[in-house]
């Protein structure tokens, strides 16, 4: 018999619930990964107990879901001595959906088989607890040996239940490396469009699972499926953007896949990753030499802040990867010298530097052969002269002058828009020749100019 090991919080309450007459097993996710050797998230509970029931037995409880039947248990970790929540949910069978998203009631049972029937996968459809073992009844744990994702039941019912199942299926198909099952990928064929109907919130949690996952490329399953075509329609455009140039070799979107494979999984990366080449479909112009796509990081910038509000991202996300979009194409001429660069890292700001390295490195290695040695050796060169204003910390931005617009006014220069100018024309003095960031040399400078 397989043996979970649970926390003992989680112990704690299924015992206490069965110690009053109820069955109570963990439940769902946090079955699957414990048998597959992965670390669950979340140990969530069943049970046969009314959430009333249950609140009865515990000293601290929050409504979480009462009307789903969710009851939050709070336990304090014997350890660390703090708080941990542990959600408890009675066995429910749900009624009518009319919208792809929720029931529009909710009904108790005292069948956990009624209970599992509802579920959406059936490696997701499991529970335990230490007396009776895993209570699999359709065949979950098969599927994991099988590296499955199945439907519980007819596929076309679950996913008329809730649409976000559509997108699901394909990110848990990334996070284990699974395959979905040929009946599930039938009717996630047809069912795709009722995605439409998903809140941007749900849509950018799958989205963001699946990007951050080991296998990022599956997101080419939810473009075969008809998944992207609702969800994220640019990938549908990059996908179908050929690229005919002695630079690649790929359309836009295996060029892009190949690129999120290469970078590292952090949500800034992975998404700048996505949508760095996002407007070359629409930027795209052909002639002898074969295809072309100018401007397509400024225009990629505007298009990436659209996807990105559109799937309710924070600004700070959206920022960083606006900018990254913006520069990732930077440094693919002659090598430069350490002058132009400076002034390059002063208008990208040399805390984006290490990230833009990555995508850049990606981006060339997801081309074609040509001229790979040359773009690697001029990455790295950009590299070393990185290091080195970094390690001299040499002026870059304003804050960083050796005067300010206080220092000016107090030497005889007028507050206004002449102020600004005035700065704006030492630090570029500055980034041409950074030893002579030193406040008399720059207060001789300006009065010069100024002819005070």
């Known amino acids: 018999m397989i043996q979970i090991n ?6 704690q309450i299924i ?3 069965n110690d009053h007459g109820y069955e109570a097993y ?3 996710g946090c079955v699957r990964d414990a048998i597959l050797g992965r670390q669950p998230d979340d140990w969530d509970i069943t049970t046969s107990a009314k959430p009333d029931e249950v609140k009865a037995l515990f000293v601290r409880t929050i409504d979480t879901g009462i009307q789903h039947g969710t009851v939050t248990v709070m336990m304090k970790n014997r350890e660390t001595g703090k708080l941990e929540g542990y959600e408890v949910t009675t066995y429910r069978v749900d009624g009518k959906y009319e919208d792809h998203r929720r029931p529009m009631e909710v009904t108790f049972t005292a069948s956990i088989r009624d209970d599992m029937n509802r579920r959406d996968f059936t490696i997701n459809a499991m529970a335990y607890n230490d007396a009776e073992g895993v209570i699999d009844h359709f065949d979950g744990i098969g599927d994991l040996n099988r590296g499955m994702i199945r439907c519980v039941g007819e596929p076309s019912e679950r996913f008329d239940e809730d649409a976000l199942r559509i997108l699901r299926a394909v990110r848990f198909a990334a996070q284990l490396d699974f395959e979905i099952e040929e009946r599930t990928r039938a009717a996630i064929r047809n069912q795709a469009p009722f995605l439409a109907d998903i809140s941007a919130e749900r849509i950018r949690v799958e989205l963001n699972k699946l990007l951050l996952s080991k296998h990022p490329e599956r997101i080419r399953t939810a473009y075969e499926l008809g998944v992207t075509k609702v969800v994220l329609p640019e990938f549908d455009a990059m996908m179908e953007t050929e690229q005919n140039h002695k630079h690649h070799m790929y359309t836009v979107g295996e060029h892009t896949i190949r690129v999120i494979e290469k970078v590292p999984a952090t949500q800034e990366l992975r998404w700048a990753a996505l949508l760095h080449d996002v407007a070359k479909p629409v930027t795209r112009t052909s002639d002898a030499e074969g295809d072309h796509f100018y401007g397509h990081n400024k ?12 799937l309710k991202f924070d600004n700070e996300t959206i920022a960083r990867v606006k900018r990254l979009v913006y520069w990732h194409d930077y440094g693919m001429g002659q090598m430069m010298g350490i002058q132009s660069f400076r002034k390059s890292l002063s208008k990208m700001g040399p805390d984006l530097f290490p990230e833009y390295e990555k995508i850049k490195r990606a981006d060339i290695l997801a081309q074609s052969n040509f001229m790979r040695e040359e773009k690697l050796e001029n990455l790295a060169n950009l590299r070393a002269y990185y290091e080195q204003i970094m390690e001299e910390q040499q002026c870059l931005t304003l804050k960083d002058l050796a005067v300010t617009g ?5 030497n005889g220069m007028k507050p206004g828009r002449e102020l600004g100018t005035m700065l704006s024309y030492l630090l570029e003095y500055v980034l041409e020749e950074p030893e002579k960031n030193e406040r008399e040399i720059l207060l001789a400078l300006a009065k010069d100019k100024l002819g005070i």
Not at 6 to 11: G, H, I, K, L, S
Not at 299 to 310: D, H, S, Y
Not at 406 to 410: A, N, P, S, V, W
Request: glycine share 6%; net charge negative.
């Open 6 to 11: 649970m926390p003992e919080n989680a112990r």
């Open 15 to 17: 015992h206490t619930l």
């Open 26 to 28: 963990i439940v769902g």
């Open 299 to 310: 225009e990629g910038e505007k298009m990436a802040e659209a996807v990105l509000k559109r």
């Open 406 to 410: 206080k220092d000016l006014i107090e």
